[in-house]
């Protein structure tokens, strides 16, 4: 383990074939002596790679951009 600015950075061997980005969660088991890492769920779609290919233009084309048309209800609520 080393420091890192502000954070302590764990090495990881190179034969675990784990990919730069990837989170993982810190548990401590139940004896509270070993640290156990698990591989982090990753439903973010902005970091799972959902959208990587996502063309947002397109869509902006065919669905229209949210939020840029006129008011036509009660929108403008006065407090």
Known sequence: MRKAGNS???T???SLAIREG???VLNVDASAT???YEKADQTNPWE???FKT???RQNMQEV???GQGHDVGKEQVTW
Request: aromatic fraction near 20%; glycine fraction near 10%; charged fraction near 10%.
């Open 34 to 36: 070993q640290l156990v």
């Open 48 to 50: 799972n790679g959902q």
């Open 12 to 14: 990881v061997p190179k």
């Open 22 to 24: 990837e989170m993982f």
């Open 8 to 10: 302590m950075v764990i």
């Open 64 to 66: 229209g951009n949210y």
């Open 54 to 56: 996502f063309n947002f």
